[in-house]
């Protein structure tokens, strides 16, 4: 055993990737590159998908079972835990091959940050396994260049304002714990649409782009506080092309959640309980004939679960 407390031989990790929620999104400024940047609360949730990386000799390899269809999660090379094992062995030089399974619980494509959680672990297990651990700082500038959201998800932060593209994170007091409600539409929204539409919507207005204003700290100490700053941009321009979002928020609301949003560019729509939880919770059975949504029961974090080293 090092000093350090890590097992010197040890070449398989285990971690838990927890979904997250978007809490406010605000779509900022386009750059020349291309990238928005963005304005965004990150709430990681208790639900969290299962994940083993395996360090090997030359071999690379993943493996994804659970809720969902393999086939959701497309080719290999493009799957973000792939490619998060694939870009820190580029940027480190180690490790030379690795062997990653998934156990999915976290629905695909749905704006819960699943395949981001799960690149997010794969940085945090590497780390913990590297003889040369590069810290929390470059891992997070490693996640950048996979996509907003993981940053925040490479991090043992519960709750973070994040800005820029993703990679600036000031960490947060998480607010009291509650169950959250989340509602899973019939349908993904692939989130280069959900920018083009948003675009579009925002020309036709005049407005480019939309400049945030500044957050006082203590509007971030309650779910009273936090309901009143809640707002996605992708919301309406995804809710007119969906209608079936603005009658599940709608369905949310009258049940008494003081939270009720879509995360990230979609589709899930999430609902923080009342404290007591004492709610009758609707059917979600759309009348516009469309199949029932998804509906599953998770909490907010109260931590972010540690990399456990070993089989």
Same mark, same amino acid.
């Given at each position: ?10 070449? %398989? ?38 994940? %083993? ?183 309406? %321009? ?74």
């Amino acid at each position: 055993m090092s000093a350090d407390g890590r097992g010197e031989a040890s070449r %398989v990790a285990r971690v838990a990737a927890q979904a997250k929620v978007n809490l406010r999104l605000r779509i900022l400024a386009r750059e020349a590159s291309g990238y928005h940047q963005i304005e965004t609360l990150f709430l990681r949730l208790a639900l969290a998908d299962d994940v %083993v990386v395996r360090i090997t000799d030359g071999a690379r390899a993943l493996d994804a079972s659970g809720s969902v269809d393999s086939r959701q999660l497309g080719p290999v090379e493009r799957n973000l835990a792939w490619r998060a094992a694939s870009t820190y062995a580029a940027e480190t030089g180690w490790p030379a091959g690795f062997a990653i399974e998934l156990t999915k619980r976290i629905p695909v494509g749905g704006g819960l940050g699943g395949g981001s959680a799960d690149a997010g672990a794969v940085l945090r297990a590497l780390d913990a396994l590297s003889p040369a651990p590069v810290g929390a700082a470059a891992l997070r500038t490693i996640g950048g260049a996979l996509g907003a959201d993981v940053p925040f998800l490479t991090t043992t932060a519960v709750f973070a304002l994040a800005w820029g593209r993703g990679e600036r994170l000031l960490e947060l007091s998480a607010p009291p714990q509650r169950e959250l409600l989340l509602v899973v539409p019939p349908f993904g929204v692939n989130t280069a649409d959900a920018y083009g539409w948003l675009a579009a919507s925002r020309a036709s207005s005049g407005a480019s782009s939309f400049i945030a204003d500044p957050i006082e700290s203590a509007s971030l100490s309650s779910w009273d506080s936090l309901a009143a700053l809640a707002v996605n941009d992708f919301e309406p %321009v995804v809710a007119a092309r969906h209608p079936m979002i603005t009658w599940i928020v709608e369905r949310l609301r009258e049940v008494g959640s003081p939270l009720a949003a879509m995360s990230g560019s979609g589709s899930t729509v999430f609902g923080v309980l009342p404290a007591d939880g004492r709610v009758e919770l609707p059917k979600f059975d759309f009348a516009g004939g469309a199949p029932a949504p998804r509906v599953l029961l998770t909490r907010s974090a109260e931590c972010v679960e540690p990399v456990v080293l070993g089989e």
